[in-house]
Nanobody
């Protein structure tokens, strides 16, 4: 498994931007597809975005398309989530996750390694 540590969360106003980072350690970072999930109070954890091991393929949930951008730097063992035009409904704990490349699916159960999460709060 790979160990993951998120950073970059905070309290912002609607329309603002934040960039989340996730630093990975352990096994070869480039062997993993990286993803971001979020969980709001009282709701299930949901998929936000994912990026292939080369960084050339990205996936987004419909509710963030055009606003969020995922990227990775394999030399730094880090994945990023640039979040623009934030809305109050984006308020949640954001989790970084990893799954071995080749494993299909973007559900919570498909990712075997998780960070501790970082809080993002968007005020109206």
């Amino acid at each position: 498994q790979v160990q993951l540590v998120e950073s970059g969360g905070g309290l912002v106003q609607a329309g603002d931007s934040l960039r989340l980072s996730c630093a990975a350690s352990g096994r070869a970072f480039s062997n993993y597809v990286m993803g971001w999930f979020r969980q709001a109070p009282g709701k299930e954890r949901e998929f936000v975005s994912a990026i292939g091991w080369r960084g050339s393929t990205t996936y987004y949930a419909d509710f963030v398309k055009g606003r969020f951008t995922i990227s990775r730097d394999n030399a730094k063992n880090t994945v990023y989530l640039q979040m623009n035009a934030l809305k109050p409904e984006d308020t949640a704990v954001y989790y970084c996750a990893a799954k071995p490349r080749g494993r299909v699916g973007f559900g919570v159960a498909d990712f075997g390694s998780w960070g501790q999460g970082t809080q993002v709060t968007v005020s109206s």
